[in-house]
Structures are given as structure tokens and as C-alpha cells.
């Protein structure tokens, strides 16, 4: 089951936030879920995204924790300002405001890509608010000039309008440039950005609006503000993904309270690519972090 709320973000753009509730079968051994006082999790998608990609995530957090998922500015149900702003400073802002609106604090962030930078940026701003972190797939390293230009050149390449849902599919899971090797969860999770309109499918996003914001982080370095963050940090990657090895467990070196896990036959949608491994993974170290 899954409620809606309303947030007042940065700027007064309004957020769609969504907390999950366990269903029967899903609880707990007390039967009741979590009670009001249990811990928090707030899930923050990546770029693209939206918080129906934590669905699968969700639906055993809620189980003993109070879960909610954010639609950042920009995607989703949230307000899509044509203008933005798509700041660091604004999404990590309205992240604070999800936070402070909704009662979650102390909260343990879990974020994907884009997510993961806002929740570790606003895990170093107000550490009064965050009691653990989860970083999944982003680098903290500068990307440069290069990697946005690949970015504008593959939004150019989409074949929209896509003519179903199962071409969505076909497409980000095989036939997309960017893939390797075949990918049924890459598929699973575009499909989910996209939605019917007169002549196809096509995102609900603006895909203007995601160079926008990706711009805002990829010419900078973001080392500094994770060395700020005290929680205990879970840094996770796909084997396969977009942050490797070496410097993810760099980021575990820097972090004063790191720990490092990887995901086999994964790639960057590694919740999607392997949700049971993923299920293995995160677990222990919410228990062990949430530990008195």
C-alpha cells in the first residue's frame, strides 16, 4: 500500500513524497508493521527516476520501518519548474524539507546515483537530521565536459515515440548503444519513466531539464563533502556499474564511517538488475547501523 504527501520544497515547488506500508503477508513477526516511532527511511531516486523505482525496495523496508520514497524536483509527480532551479543546493533543500515535513528524523538516506549525492551533500549539511547512509552507484569523482556531451548525444538517440511499453523495454534493455550486454532489469526500470501519449510512449520527464541538473555536479568534484559525513556509510556498486572499484573504496577510505559491498552480474540499476542480492546486502548494515 502506498499514500501520498505533499511537500513544500525550495522555492515553494511542490514534491510528491510516497510512504509504503507492508502489506499483511510482508509484516513483521509483531503483525503490525512498523509503529510511528520505528526508523525511518527516506529513499532518493536517481536522475530520471521517479519512487516507483524503490517499489521492489520498499516493500520489505515498510515490513519493520517507516519508508517513503521522495519524487525529486523535476521527476515524477513532483513540479517540473521550467526554469528550475535543478541546483545541488535545491535538491538537497528539498530533501531537508521531505525530512523536516514528514518527521522523519533521524533518518537513513538510501539513494541511487543522483539520489546518492543529494543524500550524502545533505548528510554532511545537517548531520542532525541523518543517522545513516546509503550511497548506491555514484562516483565522487568529477566526470568533465566529455561525459555531458555524451549525455546530450545519447537523449538525441532515443527512438521516440517508443510504440509500447515492451519497446521501451526491447530498446534500453539490447539495442541501446550504451549496452554491453543484455539487461532485462535496465529495461524494467525505463520503462517505468515512461508514459502513453497520442503518438507513443514517451518520458515523463524533460530530458532539457536532466541535462540541467546533471550539469550542476558533473564538472565538480564532491570528495570534501563526503569526508564531512560522521553517520556510518554503506558505499554499494554494481560489478558492472558506473562507479568501480578502486575509487568506491576509496570513498570507504575517506568516509570516517565507511563500509564497501558490491553487487555481482549487476550494472548501475543494481536494485533492479539483482533486488535479492540487493536485499542481502543492505539489510545487515541497516540492522547494524540502527543498533544501540
Known sequence: MVRRFDVTGSGGVRLAAWEFTAEPGDRDLTGDGPAASAPAVLLLHGLMGRSAHWAGTARWLAARRRTVALDQRGHGHSDQPPEGPYTREAFVADAEAAIEQLGLAPVTLIGHSMGALTAWQLAARRPDLVQ????????????????????????????????SPAAVRQWFAEDDPWVERPSPGRGEYFAEMMEPGPDGWRPVFSRRQMLRAR?????????????????????VRGLDGELGRAEAQEM?????????????????????????????????????ALAP
Open 132 to 163: 545513516a547512509l546509503v550511497i548506491c552507484d555514484m562516483r565522487a569523482s568529477a566526470l568533465g565536459a566529455a561525459s555531458q556531451r555524451q549525455w546530450e548525444d545519447w537523449f538525441r538517440s532515443w527512438p521516440l515515440p517508443f510504440a
Open 215 to 235: 550539469e550542476t555536479w558533473v564538472y565538480d568534484a564532491h570528495w570534501e563533502e563526503l569526508a564531512q559525513v560522521r553517520c556510518p556509510t554503506l558505499v
Open 252 to 288: 570507504v577510505r575517506v568516509l570516517p564511517r565507511g563500509a564497501y559491498a558490491e553487487v555481482p552480474d549487476a550494472g548501475h540499476y543494481l536494485h533492479y538488475d539483482q533486488p535479492a542480492a540487493w536485499r542481502h546486502i543492505l539489510e545487515p548494515f541497516l540492522e547494524g
